[in-house]
Structures are given as C-alpha cells and as structure tokens.
C-alpha cells in the first residue's frame, strides 16, 4: 500500500473518532501492529500492546493485524 493511499486511509478513520481494542486473547504478539503505526503510538510491552497518547484512530494496526486482534471501537 502507497503513502497517499495510508494517507486518505488515515484522514477517513480519524474523523470516525474510533481506537482501537485489543483481544488479548487472540493478540499473537507478533508486533505487526506496532510497526505499522505511522505515529509510534503503538508499543509492543512484555507480553501486550500498548497504544498511547499519539494514536490517532487510524485503524492502519487493526488492518495489520494477522490474528484480527485489534478493533476500532469508539464514537463516530
């Protein structure tokens, strides 16, 4: 996937207002998501992921995921 299209991507799912939720039952810690994280927000601790405060809903980590791990939930 091109830069414009994580771009356009981006812009779309940050107006939806969403984060995303981790189904740490299914997360296979395989880092995906956080090395897909355009802003570092996602970080790969012991033995979860963690989103902080630079996350903006762009959904790129829950695409990322091989397990389907991650969901966007929230308001929007």
Same mark, same amino acid.
């Given at each position: 996937? $091109? +830069?414009?299209?994580?771009?356009? +991507?981006?812009?779309?799912?940050?107006? &939806?207002?969403?984060?995303?939720?981790?189904?740490?039952?299914? @997360?296979m810690h395989c880092g995906a998501c956080v090395g897909s994280? /355009?802003? $570092?927000? #996602?970080? +790969?601790?012991? %033995?979860? %992921?963690?989103?902080?405060?630079? @996350?903006?809903?762009?959904?790129? @980590?829950?695409?990322?995921? /091989? #397990?389907?791990?991650?969901? &966007?939930?929230?308001?929007?």
């Amino acid at each position: 996937m $091109n +830069l414009s299209v994580l771009r356009v +991507l981006r812009r779309r799912d940050e107006r &939806m207002g969403k984060r995303p939720v981790i189904d740490r039952t299914r @997360c296979m810690h395989c880092g995906a998501c956080v090395g897909s994280c /355009p802003e $570092n927000a #996602a970080t +790969l601790e012991e %033995v979860w %992921v963690e989103f902080g405060e630079g @996350c903006t809903g762009c959904g790129i @980590c829950s695409r990322a995921c /091989p #397990a389907g791990a991650i969901s &966007m939930e929230g308001s929007g």
